[in-house]
RNA sequence: UGGGGCGUGGCCAAGCGGUAAGGCACGGGUCUUUGGCACCCGCAUUCGAAGGUUCGAAUCCUUCCGCCCCAGCCA
Protein backbone atom coordinates (compact mmCIF):
# COMPACT_ATOMS: atom_id res chain seq x y z
CA UNK A 1 0.00 0.00 0.00
CA UNK A 2 3.02 2.20 0.46
CA UNK A 3 5.76 0.99 -0.32
CA UNK A 4 7.73 -0.28 2.78
CA UNK A 5 5.38 -2.43 4.67
CA UNK A 6 5.15 -0.86 7.89
CA UNK A 7 5.05 -3.62 10.95
CA UNK A 8 1.69 -3.88 12.41
CA UNK A 9 1.87 -4.07 16.42
CA UNK A 10 1.44 -7.44 17.31
CA UNK A 11 -1.75 -8.70 19.64
CA UNK A 12 -2.63 -11.48 21.15
CA UNK A 13 -4.46 -12.82 18.30
CA UNK A 14 -1.66 -12.39 16.03
CA UNK A 15 0.84 -14.01 18.36
CA UNK A 16 -2.22 -17.18 18.44
CA UNK A 17 -1.38 -17.24 14.63
CA UNK A 18 2.06 -16.41 14.07
CA UNK A 19 2.47 -19.46 16.81
CA UNK A 20 0.23 -21.63 14.57
CA UNK A 21 1.51 -20.76 11.71
CA UNK A 22 5.39 -22.28 13.52
CA UNK A 23 4.04 -25.72 14.36
CA UNK A 24 3.13 -26.16 11.22
CA UNK A 25 -1.47 -26.15 12.50
CA UNK A 26 -3.49 -26.52 8.93
CA UNK A 27 -0.06 -26.96 7.42
CA UNK A 28 0.98 -23.26 7.97
CA UNK A 29 -1.91 -22.05 6.36
CA UNK A 30 -4.28 -19.09 7.18
CA UNK A 31 -7.80 -18.60 6.30
CA UNK A 32 -9.34 -15.50 7.84
CA UNK A 33 -13.14 -14.55 6.87
CA UNK A 34 -14.91 -11.25 7.12
CA UNK A 35 -18.78 -12.19 7.71
CA UNK A 36 -21.40 -10.01 7.95
CA UNK A 37 -25.06 -10.51 8.07
CA UNK A 38 -26.81 -8.39 5.17
CA UNK A 39 -29.27 -6.51 7.47
CA UNK A 40 -27.42 -2.92 7.96
CA UNK A 41 -24.81 -1.22 6.66
CA UNK A 42 -21.49 -1.46 8.32
CA UNK A 43 -19.91 0.62 10.40
CA UNK A 44 -16.54 1.94 11.92
CA UNK A 45 -16.53 -1.13 14.30
CA UNK A 46 -16.86 -3.44 11.64
CA UNK A 47 -14.14 -1.67 10.06
CA UNK A 48 -12.10 -3.02 12.97
CA UNK A 49 -12.86 -6.10 11.85
CA UNK A 50 -12.22 -5.50 8.47
CA UNK A 51 -8.67 -4.72 8.85
CA UNK A 52 -8.10 -7.13 11.65
CA UNK A 53 -9.22 -10.16 9.12
CA UNK A 54 -7.80 -8.92 6.42
CA UNK A 55 -4.58 -7.75 7.67
CA UNK A 56 -4.28 -11.16 9.83
CA UNK A 57 -4.35 -12.69 6.54
CA UNK A 58 -1.74 -10.68 4.34
CA UNK A 59 0.54 -10.06 7.54
CA UNK A 60 0.83 -14.08 7.39
CA UNK A 61 0.51 -15.25 3.44
CA UNK A 62 -2.90 -16.26 4.43
CA UNK A 63 -5.86 -14.60 2.64
CA UNK A 64 -9.63 -13.64 3.68
CA UNK A 65 -12.52 -15.31 2.26
CA UNK A 66 -15.86 -12.43 2.15
CA UNK A 67 -19.70 -14.01 3.66
CA UNK A 68 -22.36 -13.06 3.47
CA UNK A 69 -23.85 -14.80 6.79
CA UNK A 70 -27.29 -14.83 5.61
CA UNK A 71 -29.69 -17.12 7.63
CA UNK A 72 -32.22 -15.45 8.02
CA UNK A 73 -34.42 -14.02 5.14
CA UNK A 74 -36.53 -12.56 7.73
CA UNK A 75 -34.26 -9.56 8.24
CA UNK A 76 -31.60 -9.71 5.36
CA UNK A 77 -32.04 -7.66 2.31
CA UNK A 78 -30.39 -6.56 -1.01
CA UNK A 79 -29.90 -3.28 -0.51
CA UNK A 80 -27.71 -4.01 2.24
CA UNK A 81 -25.53 -6.55 0.24
CA UNK A 82 -25.00 -3.96 -2.16
CA UNK A 83 -23.62 -1.42 0.54
CA UNK A 84 -21.38 -4.19 2.31
CA UNK A 85 -19.43 -5.02 -0.82
CA UNK A 86 -19.04 -1.46 -1.58
CA UNK A 87 -18.10 -0.26 1.55
CA UNK A 88 -15.25 -3.30 2.10
CA UNK A 89 -13.80 -2.19 -1.41
CA UNK A 90 -13.68 1.45 -0.40
CA UNK A 91 -11.99 0.27 2.67
CA UNK A 92 -9.30 -1.02 0.29
CA UNK A 93 -9.66 -4.74 0.56
CA UNK A 94 -10.20 -7.70 -1.87
CA UNK A 95 -11.51 -10.91 -1.84
CA UNK A 96 -10.78 -11.86 -5.12
CA UNK A 97 -13.20 -14.60 -6.03
CA UNK A 98 -13.96 -15.71 -2.58
CA UNK A 99 -17.62 -14.48 -2.03
CA UNK A 100 -19.62 -17.06 0.00
CA UNK A 101 -22.65 -17.21 1.63
CA UNK A 102 -24.03 -19.20 4.37
CA UNK A 103 -26.90 -20.31 1.96
CA UNK A 104 -24.51 -21.49 -0.31
CA UNK A 105 -24.18 -24.53 2.23
CA UNK A 106 -27.87 -24.88 3.53
CA UNK A 107 -27.80 -28.23 1.55
CA UNK A 108 -24.78 -29.51 3.20
CA UNK A 109 -26.04 -28.43 6.69
CA UNK A 110 -29.46 -30.45 6.09
CA UNK A 111 -27.33 -33.44 5.30
CA UNK A 112 -25.47 -33.12 8.53
CA UNK A 113 -28.86 -32.92 10.31
CA UNK A 114 -29.64 -35.67 9.17
CA UNK A 115 -26.58 -37.32 10.48
CA UNK A 116 -26.83 -35.76 13.78
CA UNK A 117 -30.71 -36.84 14.00
CA UNK A 118 -29.20 -40.83 12.70
CA UNK A 119 -26.82 -40.04 16.08
CA UNK A 120 -29.48 -39.06 18.32
CA UNK A 121 -27.53 -35.98 18.66
CA UNK A 122 -30.85 -34.07 17.43
CA UNK A 123 -34.72 -33.88 17.46
CA UNK A 124 -37.31 -32.50 16.41
CA UNK A 125 -39.18 -30.75 19.25
CA UNK A 126 -42.87 -29.88 18.90
CA UNK A 127 -43.04 -27.64 21.71
CA UNK A 128 -44.36 -23.79 20.94
CA UNK A 129 -41.77 -21.09 21.24
CA UNK A 130 -43.29 -20.03 24.62
CA UNK A 131 -42.69 -23.60 25.55
CA UNK A 132 -38.94 -23.47 24.73
CA UNK A 133 -38.30 -20.80 26.61
CA UNK A 134 -40.08 -21.96 29.86
CA UNK A 135 -38.31 -24.50 30.10
CA UNK A 136 -34.94 -23.45 29.17
CA UNK A 137 -34.75 -22.50 32.90
CA UNK A 138 -32.91 -19.38 34.39
CA UNK A 139 -29.30 -18.33 35.03
CA UNK A 140 -29.28 -20.10 38.10
CA UNK A 141 -31.82 -23.32 37.59
CA UNK A 142 -31.72 -25.45 35.09
CA UNK A 143 -34.09 -26.09 32.36
CA UNK A 144 -36.46 -29.39 31.65
CA UNK A 145 -35.95 -31.51 29.19
CA UNK A 146 -38.84 -31.36 25.97
CA UNK A 147 -41.49 -34.33 26.46
CA UNK A 148 -40.15 -34.90 22.81
CA UNK A 149 -36.76 -35.41 23.63
CA UNK A 150 -36.29 -38.89 23.21
CA UNK A 151 -38.55 -39.28 19.71
CA UNK A 152 -37.48 -42.32 17.47
CA UNK A 153 -35.03 -41.77 15.02
CA UNK A 154 -37.07 -43.06 12.93
CA UNK A 155 -39.70 -40.18 13.36
CA UNK A 156 -37.32 -37.42 13.95
CA UNK A 157 -35.74 -38.05 10.05
CA UNK A 158 -39.71 -38.56 9.10
CA UNK A 159 -40.33 -35.09 10.92
CA UNK A 160 -37.30 -33.42 9.76
CA UNK A 161 -38.20 -34.18 6.15
CA UNK A 162 -41.83 -32.92 6.47
CA UNK A 163 -40.42 -29.72 7.60
CA UNK A 164 -38.49 -29.13 5.23
CA UNK A 165 -41.37 -30.66 2.54
CA UNK A 166 -43.23 -27.22 3.83
CA UNK A 167 -45.64 -29.44 5.82
CA UNK A 168 -45.23 -27.78 8.85
CA UNK A 169 -46.32 -24.04 9.87
CA UNK A 170 -44.08 -21.42 10.69
CA UNK A 171 -42.90 -22.50 14.54
CA UNK A 172 -44.92 -25.82 14.85
CA UNK A 173 -41.96 -27.25 15.50
CA UNK A 174 -37.98 -26.79 15.45
CA UNK A 175 -34.62 -29.18 15.26
CA UNK A 176 -33.26 -29.10 18.19
CA UNK A 177 -29.60 -30.24 19.35
CA UNK A 178 -29.68 -32.91 22.09
CA UNK A 179 -26.40 -32.10 24.39
CA UNK A 180 -27.76 -31.03 28.05
CA UNK A 181 -30.21 -29.06 29.58
CA UNK A 182 -28.47 -28.66 32.68
CA UNK A 183 -25.59 -27.07 30.98
CA UNK A 184 -24.58 -23.65 33.25
CA UNK A 185 -24.16 -22.73 29.29
CA UNK A 186 -27.58 -21.78 28.01
CA UNK A 187 -26.04 -22.17 24.61
CA UNK A 188 -25.77 -26.00 25.46
CA UNK A 189 -29.59 -26.87 26.87
CA UNK A 190 -30.50 -28.00 23.37
CA UNK A 191 -30.01 -25.33 21.49
CA UNK A 192 -32.36 -24.52 18.12
CA UNK A 193 -30.61 -26.02 15.05
CA UNK A 194 -33.35 -24.69 12.71
CA UNK A 195 -36.44 -23.30 12.49
CA UNK A 196 -39.71 -22.68 9.85
CA UNK A 197 -39.98 -19.56 8.57
CA UNK A 198 -42.20 -19.56 4.87
CA UNK A 199 -40.77 -16.50 3.06
CA UNK A 200 -38.20 -16.22 0.12
CA UNK A 201 -34.22 -15.62 0.34
CA UNK A 202 -32.80 -13.32 -1.30
CA UNK A 203 -31.06 -15.97 -3.14
CA UNK A 204 -32.33 -19.33 -2.24
CA UNK A 205 -35.69 -18.18 -3.12
CA UNK A 206 -38.57 -20.22 -2.17
CA UNK A 207 -36.33 -23.55 -2.04
CA UNK A 208 -36.16 -23.29 2.01
CA UNK A 209 -38.58 -22.78 4.18
CA UNK A 210 -36.65 -24.55 7.12
CA UNK A 211 -33.36 -21.72 7.74
CA UNK A 212 -30.38 -22.97 10.31
CA UNK A 213 -29.55 -20.66 13.09
CA UNK A 214 -26.56 -18.72 13.56
CA UNK A 215 -25.01 -21.30 15.69
CA UNK A 216 -25.75 -24.01 13.72
CA UNK A 217 -25.02 -23.06 10.55
CA UNK A 218 -20.94 -20.59 10.92
CA UNK A 219 -18.49 -23.13 12.43
CA UNK A 220 -19.56 -25.62 9.74
CA UNK A 221 -19.15 -22.78 7.05
CA UNK A 222 -15.80 -21.90 8.64
CA UNK A 223 -14.66 -25.84 8.57
CA UNK A 224 -16.58 -26.08 4.78
CA UNK A 225 -13.97 -22.99 3.41
CA UNK A 226 -11.27 -24.06 5.49
CA UNK A 227 -11.14 -21.12 7.56
CA UNK A 228 -8.34 -21.76 9.96
CA UNK A 229 -8.82 -18.78 12.55
CA UNK A 230 -12.61 -17.29 12.91
CA UNK A 231 -12.55 -14.18 14.31
CA UNK A 232 -15.37 -13.04 16.16
CA UNK A 233 -16.52 -10.01 19.17
CA UNK A 234 -16.75 -11.26 22.68
CA UNK A 235 -20.17 -12.04 22.69
CA UNK A 236 -20.18 -15.41 21.11
CA UNK A 237 -17.09 -16.25 23.61
CA UNK A 238 -20.39 -18.21 25.42
CA UNK A 239 -21.14 -20.24 22.43
CA UNK A 240 -17.68 -21.46 21.23
CA UNK A 241 -18.48 -24.08 23.33
CA UNK A 242 -21.31 -25.03 21.05
CA UNK A 243 -19.67 -23.76 17.82
CA UNK A 244 -16.94 -26.49 19.13
CA UNK A 245 -19.55 -29.28 20.18
CA UNK A 246 -20.75 -29.17 16.19
CA UNK A 247 -17.14 -29.58 14.77
CA UNK A 248 -16.69 -32.60 17.41
CA UNK A 249 -19.97 -34.37 16.61
CA UNK A 250 -20.23 -33.81 13.08
CA UNK A 251 -18.05 -35.02 9.82
CA UNK A 252 -16.57 -31.94 9.10
CA UNK A 253 -13.61 -31.46 6.59
CA UNK A 254 -11.37 -29.21 8.66
CA UNK A 255 -11.14 -27.92 12.21
CA UNK A 256 -11.43 -24.02 12.98
CA UNK A 257 -10.55 -22.40 15.87
CA UNK A 258 -12.76 -19.58 17.35
CA UNK A 259 -10.84 -16.45 18.45
CA UNK A 260 -12.61 -13.56 20.16
CA UNK A 261 -12.04 -9.90 20.91
CA UNK A 262 -13.26 -6.93 21.89
CA UNK A 263 -15.96 -4.62 19.62
CA UNK A 264 -14.60 -1.26 19.06
CA UNK A 265 -17.12 1.66 21.36
CA UNK A 266 -16.05 5.23 20.44
CA UNK A 267 -17.08 7.97 22.41
CA UNK A 268 -20.00 10.30 21.45
CA UNK A 269 -21.28 8.28 19.20
CA UNK A 270 -23.41 4.66 19.28
CA UNK A 271 -22.52 2.15 17.13
CA UNK A 272 -25.34 -0.59 17.41
CA UNK A 273 -27.46 -1.60 14.64
CA UNK A 274 -30.45 -0.93 16.27
CA UNK A 275 -29.71 2.91 17.69
CA UNK A 276 -28.50 3.14 14.10
CA UNK A 277 -31.56 2.16 12.55
CA UNK A 278 -33.71 4.57 15.28
CA UNK A 279 -31.76 7.59 14.06
CA UNK A 280 -32.37 6.88 10.45
CA UNK A 281 -36.09 5.73 10.77
CA UNK A 282 -36.98 8.98 12.65
CA UNK A 283 -35.08 11.04 11.10
CA UNK A 284 -32.53 12.46 13.22
CA UNK A 285 -30.17 12.09 10.32
CA UNK A 286 -30.48 12.12 6.94
CA UNK A 287 -29.92 8.44 6.10
CA UNK A 288 -27.38 5.97 6.67
CA UNK A 289 -24.47 7.85 4.76
CA UNK A 290 -24.93 11.07 7.11
CA UNK A 291 -21.72 12.46 7.22
CA UNK A 292 -22.68 12.07 11.27
CA UNK A 293 -23.34 8.21 11.10
CA UNK A 294 -20.67 6.36 11.67
CA UNK A 295 -21.09 4.00 8.58
CA UNK A 296 -18.75 3.55 6.76
CA UNK A 297 -20.82 5.20 4.33
CA UNK A 298 -21.64 8.42 6.51
CA UNK A 299 -17.84 8.48 7.37
CA UNK A 300 -16.42 8.41 3.64
CA UNK A 301 -19.21 11.34 2.90
CA UNK A 302 -17.79 13.28 5.47
CA UNK A 303 -14.51 13.22 3.89
CA UNK A 304 -12.60 10.82 5.87
CA UNK A 305 -10.09 8.58 3.52
CA UNK A 306 -9.75 4.83 3.12
CA UNK A 307 -6.19 5.55 4.83
CA UNK A 308 -7.24 7.24 7.78
CA UNK A 309 -9.49 4.69 8.91
CA UNK A 310 -6.74 1.93 8.57
CA UNK A 311 -4.49 3.76 10.48
CA UNK A 312 -6.81 4.19 12.78
CA UNK A 313 -7.61 0.35 13.21
CA UNK A 314 -4.22 -0.53 13.20
CA UNK A 315 -3.52 1.79 16.28
CA UNK A 316 -6.07 1.24 18.53
CA UNK A 317 -5.17 -2.21 19.17
CA UNK A 318 -6.75 -5.50 19.67
CA UNK A 319 -7.58 -7.36 22.69
CA UNK A 320 -10.27 -8.72 24.45
CA UNK A 321 -11.40 -5.44 27.06
CA UNK A 322 -14.08 -3.62 26.99
CA UNK A 323 -13.20 0.10 25.68
CA UNK A 324 -14.08 3.18 24.22
CA UNK A 325 -11.64 4.96 22.39
CA UNK A 326 -11.44 8.60 22.31
CA UNK A 327 -13.22 10.39 19.01
CA UNK A 328 -10.17 12.35 19.18
CA UNK A 329 -8.11 9.67 17.87
CA UNK A 330 -10.41 9.30 14.88
CA UNK A 331 -10.16 12.72 14.01
CA UNK A 332 -6.28 13.29 14.85
CA UNK A 333 -5.89 9.99 12.23
CA UNK A 334 -7.84 11.96 9.55
CA UNK A 335 -6.16 15.02 9.97
CA UNK A 336 -2.56 12.97 9.72
CA UNK A 337 -3.34 11.84 6.74
CA UNK A 338 -5.15 15.05 4.80
CA UNK A 339 -2.21 17.10 6.15
CA UNK A 340 -0.34 15.32 3.68
CA UNK A 341 -2.47 15.33 0.66
CA UNK A 342 -4.95 17.63 0.76
CA UNK A 343 -4.22 20.95 -1.31
CA UNK A 344 -4.79 24.16 0.35
CA UNK A 345 -7.32 26.46 -0.13
CA UNK A 346 -9.06 29.60 0.54
CA UNK A 347 -12.52 30.39 2.02
CA UNK A 348 -14.61 32.61 4.07
CA UNK A 349 -17.22 30.95 6.21
CA UNK A 350 -18.50 34.16 7.61
CA UNK A 351 -17.66 36.90 5.19
CA UNK A 352 -16.83 40.38 6.89
CA UNK A 353 -16.44 42.85 3.56
CA UNK A 354 -13.49 44.39 3.56
CA UNK A 355 -12.52 47.67 1.18
CA UNK A 356 -8.09 48.61 0.89
CA UNK A 357 -8.74 51.99 -0.40
CA UNK A 358 -5.68 52.91 -1.35
CA UNK A 359 -5.61 49.96 -3.90
CA UNK A 360 -6.82 51.06 -7.31
CA UNK A 361 -10.56 50.81 -8.27
CA UNK A 362 -11.25 47.66 -11.05
CA UNK A 363 -7.70 46.18 -10.91
CA UNK A 364 -6.93 42.90 -10.18
CA UNK A 365 -3.63 40.84 -9.35
CA UNK A 366 -2.87 37.10 -9.68
CA UNK A 367 -0.78 35.99 -6.55
CA UNK A 368 1.12 32.95 -6.35
CA UNK A 369 -0.20 31.03 -3.50
CA UNK A 370 1.23 27.21 -2.29
CA UNK A 371 -0.93 24.06 -2.58
CA UNK A 372 0.60 22.10 -0.27
CA UNK A 373 3.82 22.92 1.98
CA UNK A 374 3.55 19.58 2.78
CA UNK A 375 4.15 18.40 -0.62
CA UNK A 376 6.34 20.87 -3.01
CA UNK A 377 5.03 18.96 -6.10
CA UNK A 378 1.72 19.25 -5.62
CA UNK A 379 3.05 22.92 -7.05
CA UNK A 380 1.12 26.95 -6.72
CA UNK A 381 -1.90 28.29 -8.07
CA UNK A 382 -2.73 32.10 -8.61
CA UNK A 383 -5.54 33.68 -6.58
CA UNK A 384 -6.83 36.88 -7.78
CA UNK A 385 -6.99 39.98 -5.48
CA UNK A 386 -8.48 42.85 -5.44
CA UNK A 387 -9.96 46.21 -3.66
CA UNK A 388 -13.09 44.22 -2.08
CA UNK A 389 -12.30 41.29 -0.21
CA UNK A 390 -13.92 39.44 2.10
CA UNK A 391 -12.16 38.44 5.63
CA UNK A 392 -13.44 35.66 8.28
CA UNK A 393 -15.73 37.89 10.89
CA UNK A 394 -13.98 36.11 13.63
CA UNK A 395 -10.62 37.58 12.19
CA UNK A 396 -11.21 40.89 13.60
CA UNK A 397 -12.39 42.57 17.30
CA UNK A 398 -13.22 46.20 17.32
CA UNK A 399 -11.66 45.59 21.02
CA UNK A 400 -9.73 42.75 21.34
CA UNK A 401 -8.24 41.36 24.15
CA UNK A 402 -4.58 40.85 25.18
CA UNK A 403 -3.84 37.68 23.18
CA UNK A 404 -5.54 37.81 20.05
CA UNK A 405 -3.65 38.85 17.48
CA UNK A 406 -5.93 39.09 14.47
CA UNK A 407 -7.11 42.14 13.22
CA UNK A 408 -8.49 45.28 15.25
CA UNK A 409 -8.50 49.32 14.58
CA UNK A 410 -4.96 50.53 13.88
CA UNK A 411 -3.66 47.39 13.63
CA UNK A 412 -1.47 45.91 10.43
CA UNK A 413 -1.42 41.82 9.78
CA UNK A 414 -0.61 39.84 6.61
CA UNK A 415 -3.11 38.74 4.09
CA UNK A 416 -1.57 35.29 3.14
CA UNK A 417 0.33 35.42 -0.29
CA UNK A 418 -1.03 38.71 -0.77
CA UNK A 419 -0.43 41.91 0.91
CA UNK A 420 0.19 43.50 4.68
CA UNK A 421 -3.35 45.65 5.56
CA UNK A 422 -3.75 48.09 8.12
CA UNK A 423 -7.33 48.71 9.01
CA UNK A 424 -8.17 52.68 9.00
CA UNK A 425 -12.16 52.57 10.14
CA UNK A 426 -15.02 50.29 11.04
CA UNK A 427 -18.43 50.62 9.25
CA UNK A 428 -21.19 49.98 10.98
CA UNK A 429 -25.27 49.50 10.25
CA UNK A 430 -28.16 51.30 12.45
CA UNK A 431 -27.88 48.44 15.21
CA UNK A 432 -24.17 48.47 15.43
CA UNK A 433 -22.74 46.05 14.31
CA UNK A 434 -19.31 46.15 12.23
CA UNK A 435 -20.35 45.58 8.21
CA UNK A 436 -17.33 46.86 6.69
CA UNK A 437 -13.90 47.50 7.32
CA UNK A 438 -11.43 49.84 5.81
CA UNK A 439 -7.96 49.03 5.06
CA UNK A 440 -5.04 50.36 3.20
CA UNK A 441 -2.57 48.30 2.18
CA UNK A 442 1.28 48.26 1.37
CA UNK A 443 2.32 47.77 -2.19
CA UNK A 444 5.92 46.76 -1.07
CA UNK A 445 4.39 43.86 0.67
CA UNK A 446 3.41 41.85 -2.49
CA UNK A 447 3.29 38.13 -1.57
CA UNK A 448 3.26 38.77 2.15
CA UNK A 449 6.99 39.55 2.77
CA UNK A 450 8.00 43.11 4.08
CA UNK A 451 11.24 44.06 2.44
CA UNK A 452 12.00 46.49 5.86
CA UNK A 453 11.90 43.35 8.12
CA UNK A 454 8.84 44.45 9.52
CA UNK A 455 7.54 41.69 11.20
CA UNK A 456 3.16 41.11 11.76
CA UNK A 457 1.63 38.91 14.06
CA UNK A 458 -1.07 37.30 12.29
CA UNK A 459 -1.68 36.05 8.72
CA UNK A 460 -5.72 35.94 7.52
CA UNK A 461 -7.22 33.83 4.87
CA UNK A 462 -9.50 35.88 2.44
CA UNK A 463 -11.07 35.44 -0.87
CA UNK A 464 -11.47 38.35 -3.62
CA UNK A 465 -14.94 39.94 -3.38
CA UNK A 466 -15.79 40.74 -6.82
CA UNK A 467 -13.78 36.85 -8.04
CA UNK A 468 -15.31 34.57 -5.22
CA UNK A 469 -18.00 31.94 -5.53
CA UNK A 470 -20.48 30.89 -3.70
CA UNK A 471 -21.24 27.84 -1.44
CA UNK A 472 -23.06 25.95 1.03
CA UNK A 473 -20.99 24.50 3.58
CA UNK A 474 -22.23 22.23 6.17
CA UNK A 475 -20.64 22.08 9.10
CA UNK A 476 -20.52 18.74 11.12
CA UNK A 477 -19.90 18.05 14.75
CA UNK A 478 -20.57 15.37 16.84
CA UNK A 479 -23.92 13.67 16.57
CA UNK A 480 -24.25 13.49 20.38
CA UNK A 481 -23.39 15.60 23.36
CA UNK A 482 -22.10 12.74 26.12
CA UNK A 483 -19.37 10.33 25.66
CA UNK A 484 -21.66 7.50 26.60
CA UNK A 485 -24.88 8.25 24.99
CA UNK A 486 -26.40 5.25 26.45
CA UNK A 487 -30.05 4.06 26.06
CA UNK A 488 -31.44 7.35 26.25
CA UNK A 489 -29.61 8.45 23.33
CA UNK A 490 -31.91 9.99 21.40
CA UNK A 491 -32.18 12.66 24.27
CA UNK A 492 -28.85 13.07 24.20
CA UNK A 493 -28.24 14.38 20.23
CA UNK A 494 -26.44 17.35 19.46
CA UNK A 495 -28.61 20.50 18.60
CA UNK A 496 -25.62 21.62 17.03
CA UNK A 497 -24.44 18.33 14.92
CA UNK A 498 -24.90 20.37 11.44
CA UNK A 499 -24.47 24.18 10.80
CA UNK A 500 -25.50 24.67 7.34
CA UNK A 501 -23.85 27.98 6.04
CA UNK A 502 -25.70 29.13 2.82
CA UNK A 503 -23.58 30.93 1.42
CA UNK A 504 -19.72 30.69 2.22
CA UNK A 505 -17.23 32.58 0.42
CA UNK A 506 -14.68 30.59 -1.91
CA UNK A 507 -11.79 31.20 -4.34
CA UNK A 508 -12.53 30.64 -7.58
CA UNK A 509 -9.77 27.28 -8.14
CA UNK A 510 -12.81 25.87 -6.47
CA UNK A 511 -14.96 26.07 -9.27
CA UNK A 512 -15.05 22.89 -10.80
CA UNK A 513 -14.10 20.45 -7.38
CA UNK A 514 -15.49 17.08 -8.44
CA UNK A 515 -17.18 15.70 -5.71
CA UNK A 516 -15.95 13.71 -3.20
CA UNK A 517 -12.78 15.93 -3.54
CA UNK A 518 -11.16 16.87 -0.37
CA UNK A 519 -9.06 20.14 0.66
CA UNK A 520 -7.83 22.13 3.55
CA UNK A 521 -9.75 25.63 3.96
CA UNK A 522 -6.54 26.81 5.33
CA UNK A 523 -6.96 27.93 9.17
CA UNK A 524 -10.19 26.43 9.19
CA UNK A 525 -10.29 22.70 8.71
CA UNK A 526 -10.49 19.85 5.78
CA UNK A 527 -13.62 19.98 3.98
CA UNK A 528 -14.93 17.62 1.01
CA UNK A 529 -17.00 18.30 -1.82
CA UNK A 530 -20.45 16.80 -1.35
CA UNK A 531 -22.50 14.37 -3.36
CA UNK A 532 -25.68 16.85 -3.43
CA UNK A 533 -23.18 19.35 -5.19
CA UNK A 534 -23.76 20.73 -8.86
CA UNK A 535 -21.93 23.43 -10.60
CA UNK A 536 -25.10 25.85 -9.77
CA UNK A 537 -24.88 25.03 -6.14
CA UNK A 538 -21.88 23.88 -4.42
CA UNK A 539 -21.95 22.14 -1.16
CA UNK A 540 -19.33 21.22 0.79
CA UNK A 541 -18.55 19.05 3.86
CA UNK A 542 -16.41 20.11 7.04
CA UNK A 543 -14.92 16.69 7.00
CA UNK A 544 -13.01 17.75 10.70
CA UNK A 545 -11.63 20.70 11.60
CA UNK A 546 -7.94 22.02 11.89
CA UNK A 547 -6.24 21.62 15.56
CA UNK A 548 -7.01 25.27 17.18
CA UNK A 549 -5.32 26.65 19.63
CA UNK A 550 -7.02 30.00 19.49
CA UNK A 551 -9.95 28.49 20.44
CA UNK A 552 -8.44 26.80 23.62
CA UNK A 553 -7.29 30.20 24.90
CA UNK A 554 -10.50 31.42 23.96
CA UNK A 555 -11.80 28.95 26.11
CA UNK A 556 -9.70 29.01 28.63
CA UNK A 557 -9.52 33.21 28.84
CA UNK A 558 -13.45 33.30 28.51
CA UNK A 559 -13.65 35.21 25.81
CA UNK A 560 -16.28 34.23 23.47
CA UNK A 561 -16.10 34.17 20.30
CA UNK A 562 -17.66 36.61 17.67
CA UNK A 563 -20.74 35.49 16.33
C1' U B 1 -23.56 -13.92 43.02
C1' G B 2 -25.14 -20.42 37.42
C1' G B 3 -21.55 -19.83 33.55
C1' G B 4 -18.11 -16.92 30.65
C1' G B 5 -14.86 -12.62 30.12
C1' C B 6 -12.22 -8.30 31.68
C1' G B 7 -9.58 -4.80 35.28
C1' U B 8 -1.88 -0.91 33.55
C1' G B 9 -2.18 7.32 33.66
C1' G B 10 -8.18 11.26 31.14
C1' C B 11 -8.65 7.55 26.46
C1' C B 12 -6.34 3.43 23.83
C1' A B 13 -2.17 0.10 24.73
C1' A B 14 2.86 -2.68 25.38
C1' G B 15 4.59 -5.76 29.19
C1' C B 16 4.45 -12.72 30.29
C1' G B 17 9.59 -12.89 37.53
C1' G B 18 14.40 -8.43 37.09
C1' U B 19 12.69 -3.21 38.83
C1' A B 20 6.19 0.71 34.12
C1' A B 21 7.17 1.11 25.90
C1' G B 22 4.35 3.94 22.52
C1' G B 23 0.11 6.80 20.69
C1' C B 24 -4.13 10.20 21.54
C1' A B 25 -5.55 13.99 24.94
C1' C B 26 -3.50 17.59 28.18
C1' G B 27 0.37 21.47 29.94
C1' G B 28 4.84 24.24 28.58
C1' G B 29 8.38 25.75 24.77
C1' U B 30 10.94 26.31 19.68
C1' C B 31 9.76 27.29 14.66
C1' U B 32 6.19 29.46 11.45
C1' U B 33 3.33 33.84 5.35
C1' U B 34 -2.17 28.33 8.23
C1' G B 35 -2.83 30.50 16.47
C1' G B 36 -2.09 24.30 11.07
C1' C B 37 2.26 21.11 10.33
C1' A B 38 7.08 19.84 12.42
C1' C B 39 10.30 19.65 16.64
C1' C B 40 11.60 19.71 22.09
C1' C B 41 10.12 19.10 27.24
C1' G B 42 6.57 17.47 31.00
C1' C B 43 2.76 13.99 32.22
C1' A B 44 1.62 6.22 36.55
C1' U B 45 7.41 5.30 42.80
C1' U B 46 2.91 2.49 40.24
C1' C B 47 -0.16 -1.66 37.40
C1' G B 48 -8.67 -2.81 40.81
C1' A B 49 -7.68 -3.98 46.47
C1' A B 50 -5.54 -6.77 50.39
C1' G B 51 -2.53 -10.65 51.87
C1' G B 52 1.29 -14.34 50.48
C1' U B 53 5.67 -16.73 47.66
C1' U B 54 10.52 -14.61 46.12
C1' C B 55 16.81 -11.46 46.82
C1' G B 56 13.22 -9.27 43.45
C1' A B 57 6.04 -9.38 41.44
C1' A B 58 2.01 -5.48 36.88
C1' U B 59 3.87 -10.35 35.88
C1' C B 60 3.21 -16.55 40.40
C1' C B 61 -0.57 -18.05 44.56
C1' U B 62 -4.87 -16.79 47.69
C1' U B 63 -9.03 -13.93 48.94
C1' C B 64 -11.90 -9.79 48.01
C1' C B 65 -13.93 -5.62 44.96
C1' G B 66 -15.69 -3.66 40.37
C1' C B 67 -17.39 -3.79 35.23
C1' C B 68 -19.29 -6.46 30.79
C1' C B 69 -21.89 -10.73 28.32
C1' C B 70 -25.61 -15.00 28.32
C1' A B 71 -32.36 -17.08 29.73
C1' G B 72 -34.22 -15.03 20.43
C1' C B 73 -37.53 -20.35 16.69
C1' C B 74 -31.56 -12.83 15.99
C1' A B 75 -26.58 -12.66 14.40
Known amino acids: MNGVETKLPPNFISTIVA???????????VLTRFPPEPNGYLHIGHAKSICLNFGLASEFGGLCNF??????????????????????????????????????????????????????????????????RETRGTLTEPGKESPYRNRAVAENLDLFQKMRAGEFEDG????????DMASPNLNLRDPVLYRIRKMS???????????????????????????????CTMEYEDHRPLYDWFLDNINVPSRPRQIEFARLNLSYTVMSKRKLLRLVRERKVAGWDDPRMPTLAGIRRRGYTPESIRAFCERIGVGKKESTVD??????????????KAPRVMGVLNPLKVVIENYPEGQTEYLDAINNPEDPSAGVRQVPFS????????????????KFYRLSPGREVRLRYAYFITCTGVVKNDKGEVVELRCTYDSATKGGDSPDGRKVKATLHWVSAPHAI?????LYDKLFTEPEPGDDFMEKLNPKSLEVVEAAKLEPSLEEAPPGSRYQFERLGYFCVDQDSTPSRRVFNRTVTLRDTWAKVMKAEGISPVK
Open 470 to 474: DAEVR
Open 387 to 402: RELYVEREDFMEDPPK
Open 19 to 29: EDVKSGKHGGR
Open 172 to 179: QCVLRARI
Open 201 to 231: HWRTGDKWCIYPMYDYAHGQSDALEGITHSI
Open 67 to 132: RFDDTNPGKEEIEYVDSIMNDVRWLGFDWDERLFHASDYFEQLYKWALDLIRDGKAFVDSLSADEI
Open 327 to 340: LAFLEYSIREDLNL
